[in-house]
């Protein structure tokens, strides 16, 4: 009995081990039978490749004039609305002068002192005239008289006109240069009249800016300001090409030149910040309003059709870091070619030398994309 049970434990295990071996050579040959993985092919492309970076900003007008008046009062009339294009010299608004009633009390004591003034040297006069036709007292003593007859006179003329100016803002010989009248000093579309009728208004003079009655600019041309971070503004100089794409008007690119990059940054939201400025060639007469938001790509390089592989298909020597592809030579047998390469764009990237138009250039990560949908 025990002889038999041995006998049939090595016979399970032979059969076992014969089990294991011939599994193990099945596994290998199904193994071996697999095709290995196939390598797709990819070509190289024409391409306009476009290096840029983005600013965001708004479109305003390049020169935008405040007009303030140079005579305090309150707003009588206003001539003008916002969207109308005005020219220099055009009536603007009126102002009705606030008379200062110590000025207007201290004038008038002017008026009257000047008066008494007058009367005095006129009734001097009129006796000195009746010396002198008498031939008492010389042409020199009578001229003296004269003299001081006629400045008394003009000094009551220009106490009069004073008191004018004190209580309306002009006088009479004066309406050219009438400062209640508020008129435009440039040619351009009203922006903003941030004044109504009834709103009191402030001169311009050395201690005040002034109230300004409005804003006018010439909206033909309009000027990108934006911001560019610090990361960036090492990359851009002025005179590039930016492409600007405004909000509100789609579909639509406009063509601008990089003027001005400030030389010192502002620091917003902890990033620091540089103001930029683009002049904008407006060639379709596109009415552009001020203030609107806008984003400008400035373009750092440019290749214009050019040939351009996936930045994906590029493989980099471990050593020396350089790149190289591998172009299919024969049915899955492929040879490296090492490459010069352009701009890139961080999709596509410029093919200066390596290889050719016609070179099937081997998918090398395939194996690691083969679990991604195939397009």
């Known amino acids: 009995n025990n002889k038999q049970m041995k006998k049939g434990l090595t016979i399970t295990i032979l059969i076992t081990i014969a089990l294991v071996f011939f599994g193990a050579l099945y596994y290998l040959y199904a193994k071996n039978q697999e095709s290995p993985i196939v390598f797709e092919t990819e070509k190289a492309e024409i391409k306009t490749i476009v290096k840029n970076t983005i600013a965001t900003g708004n479109i305003v ?43 207007l009390s201290s004038s008038q004591n002017q008026v009257q002192t000047a008066k008494i003034a007058l009367d005095n040297q006129e009734k001097v006069f009129q006796r000195q005239k009746t010396l002198f036709d008498k031939g008492v007292i010389s042409a020199n003593d009578f001229d003296a008289a004269q003299l001081a007859y006629k400045q008394a006179k003009q000094n009551y003329v220009a106490s009069k006109q004073g008191f004018d100016i004190v209580k309306t803002g002009t006088t009479t010989g004066l309406g050219n240069y009438a400062n209640t009248l508020i008129r435009s000093t440039v040619n351009g579309m009203v922006l903003d009249v941030p004044v109504k009728v009834g709103n009191q208004v402030i001169e311009s003079n050395n201690f005040n800016e002034g109230t300004t009655i409005a804003s006018v600019a010439d909206v033909g041309r309009m000027i990108f300001v934006g911001k560019i971070d610090e990361s960036e503004v090492g990359k851009i100089k002025e005179k590039l090409p930016i492409e600007i794409t405004i909000g509100a008007i789609e579909n639509k690119k406009f063509d601008a030149v990089l003027q001005y990059i400030a030389p010192k940054g502002k620091t917003e939201n902890g990033a620091i910040q540089f103001e930029i400025k683009a002049s904008l060639a407006n060639k379709d007469n596109t009415f552009i309003r001020a203030g609107l938001s806008a984003n400008a790509s400035i373009i750092l390089e440019k290749a214009d059709k050019v040939l351009a592989l996936k930045e994906s298909l590029i493989q980099f020597d471990k050593k020396t870091q350089k790149p190289y592809v591998e172009i299919e030579t024969g049915a899955q047998k492929f040879a490296r070619k090492d490459l010069v390469l352009g701009v890139s764009d961080g999709i596509y990237v410029e093919v200066k030398s390596g290889i050719k138009a016609s070179d099937k250039i081997k998918i090398w990560n395939q194996g690691l994309l083969a679990d991604e949908p195939k397009e």
């Open 61 to 103: 007008p390049d020169e935008e004039v405040l007009i303030k008046p140079n005579i305090s009062g309150i707003i009588e009339a206003v001539y003008i609305k916002a969207g109308e294009n005005i020219k220099a010299g055009d009536l603007i608004a009126k102002i009705k002068v606030v008379a200062n009633v110590s000025n």
